[in-house]
């Protein structure tokens, strides 16, 4: 049978990107719909209607949502370039960060940028400071999370490995992950983003800022 | 695979009665650790030093933390007997997303029912229901989430049973009567010897929240 592999997504997002990652990293064709989360379509309220987001991965018909979700069911269908590690203990710790830049890194991230008022986002670069540096622990000796080759932690990292970036940029805060502060992950960024399966699946840089800061303001341009 | 295994939790919790129930059902003996949460205990520190959070599981020395990780890590290691997640990757993703879905919308909608504001909390109870009413619409006419086994998704969900009774008495929300099949899974669950035994007592669940609750609407 015809394999059909189909990613509804939006340009912007971290989560669709990830799919996208995955799929490019073990060569898998696959067609991809952009959604207008302004005006979602009949499709991704049919594919994902209990929570109506993106991403939404449809494999020959059957949808699977929530990114996370989606890199796993990859890795376990598609067996080339494996993301996760064999031994259940590397396997629970690198779902263990991946969470932990989902619930812990991005609220700080976000808050860090926008936040209400200066306070907030000063307490809030603090705390993500405090988490990259769990993640710079993390590294260790590595070139990537995944070892010598990126895996799940590393797709899930794109969070910090570039859209970071892109959010600090936009929303003029100060440059967080810099060479000085956190060496590992500083150097981890800039290969992350070299690896072709990665690079290809970035979104336009200049595109990218300016979206977001139609989006969210530039909050931080008094400094 | 055997060696020494070691929780570290809190009894009422819910995140901690799934760690339980997957360790009884694939009968592994372990060395159970009660956390006063109010004064952690230093290997609780140790062993969990980024969320500080229990259940941790320490398998031969290493933590493994997050309630749902450690059930994925305890069906991978022991995996020769009663297989919590399916082998489909279809289906295995099905489980997770669910799992997730407990964690993401009932657990949270859940916590909006202690809101101190009398609009909050019925805004809170009414968000709760509705998660409870989808967890329904996909159980269906299954006896569990797993489909005729007791399964992931089922080991996920089932320890909020020994909350409701609580939401029951303090908060007024019926769910035998608004969810009775959710209500009859749960009862069905509670027959399996694995729940049954780990099960703490609704009683001494429902004082634990009115104590609880009482530091929250004071506060």
Known sequence: MAEEVLVIGAWHSPYSRRVEMALKLKGIDYK????DLTNKS????????????????VH???????????????????????ILPKDPYERANARFWAKFIDEKCLPAILKACWGEDQKEREKAAEELSKLLQFL?????????????????????ANMIGYWLGVLEEASGASELLTREKFPKLFNWANEFVCVSAIKESLPPRDKHVAFMRKRFGMVNASK | MAGEVVLLNFWPSTFGL??????????IKYEYKEEDLSNKSPL?????????????????GKPVCESLLIVQYIDEVWNDKSPLLPSDPCQRAQARFWADFVDKKVYVASRKVWRPKREEQEEGKKEFLETLKTMEGELGDKPYFGGETFGYVDVSFIPFYSWFHAYKVLDNINIEAECPKIDAWAKRCLQKETVAKNFPDKKKVYEFVAQTRKKYVSA
Do not use: C
Not at chain 1, 42 to 57: A, C, E, R
Not at chain 1, 136 to 156: H, Q, S, V
Not at chain 2, 44 to 60: G, R
């Open chain 1, 42 to 57: 009949p499709s991704l309220l049919k594919y994902n209607p209990v929570h109506k987001k993106i991403p939404v991965l």
């Open chain 1, 136 to 156: 710079e622990n993390e590294l260790k000796g590595k070139r990537y999370f995944g070892g010598e080759t990126i895996g799940l932690l590393d797709i899930a």
């Open chain 2, 18 to 27: 799934r760690v339980r129930i997957a360790l009884a059902e694939k009968g």
């Open chain 1, 60 to 82: 020959n018909g059957k949808p699977v949502a929530e990114s996370l979700v989606i890199l796993e069911y990859i890795d376990e269908t598609w067996k080339n370039h494996p």
């Open chain 2, 44 to 60: 609780l520190l140790e062993m969990n030093p980024i969320i500080k959070q229990i259940p941790v599981l320490i398998h031969n």
């Open chain 1, 32 to 35: 991809y719909i952009e959604e």
